[in-house]
């Protein structure tokens, strides 16, 4: 049995899992205010109540993984910066381990995701996958040959971060026309309000009646009466989308590239027309090499998943 933690800006969760199976999770709040010291005492807290909750002791589980955000140094599971909480070097798995007493090993929350989906979710079944998560940026993970690849000091993967417009946005890491500057979440709110703009008779007033209360579903709500605007917002999104995809599969050519997100709920209303846009641009022919888009299967659960699968595979070796 191994528990599995997902740290995140206002709560952290916890889940025991034994051979996969999600035998009892449990979440508690996190704060900025509170120092990395005070943050791993309430992770280990966490650990405890999550093995309770599950009919256990802590004493009963092998390792402690955990999906931080930021750039993460698995090697060493050090949170090398993480500007949420103003995190600099800390080394949040030795700061878990001292008050636990287990193995605790660090992962970026991303990866760990990507690693969840890979053995549970929709990329179980596929040795080589890429998980993107489309939130307000854009993140991921990438497995190859069944297991996860995080790059040189695991700083790899920052799939948000390559560029699909020269000179384009500028994104908040300082560079112009990142991938999540027009792929995110965040992104599509800011189309979808242009849109508006232009479009004051449109649809997207009806769901979104304020250009405050837009949010990421507000143009599919719209797309589901035939609205122009919304014809629109969404053909460059889903463009916007696209290209980072063949990028993607153009570089690593998974079998599978998933998609997660609040905007993954969207089913097959995303993926059909995702698929007739990427797979006529793909370098070399999806019938040669078949590539699979699907939605992520986990949800928010997949970085619980994954952060334990990650300390599972370390204690392996």
Known sequence: MVIGIDLGGMSAKGALLSDGKLLGKTRIGTSAERSAEETARDLARLAEETAARAGYNLADAEAIGIGAPGVVDSATGTVVKWSNFG????????????????????????????????????????????????????????????????????????????????????????RRGCYECYAS????????????????QSALWKYAPSEERADGTTVFSALAEGDPAAKLVFAEFIAAL???????????????????GGVSAEGETLLAPLREYVYPRLYVSEKYAPLDLLCAALGNDAGLYGAAQYAADKQKG
């Open 242 to 260: 696209g290209d980072g995809i063949v990028n993607l599969a153009n570089l690593l050519r998974p079998q599978a590239i998933l998609l997660g």
């Open 87 to 174: 995190w600099e070097n800390v080394p949040l798995a030795a700061l878990v381990r001292e008050k636990t007493g287990k193995d605790v090993f660090v992962a970026n929350d991303a990866n760990a995701a990507a690693l969840g989906e890979s053995r549970y979710g929709a990329g179980k079944g596929y040795a080589d996958s890429v998980l993107v998560t489309i939130g307000t940026g854009i993140g991921g993970g990438i497995i190859l040959g069944g297991k996860l690849f995080e790059g040189y000091r695991s700083a790899g993967a920052e799939i948000g971060h390559m560029t699909i417009r020269l000179g384009g946005k500028k994104c908040t890491c300082g």
């Open 185 to 200: 979440t965040r992104a599509l709110i800011r189309l979808t309000v242009s849109r508006m703009r232009k479009f004051p």
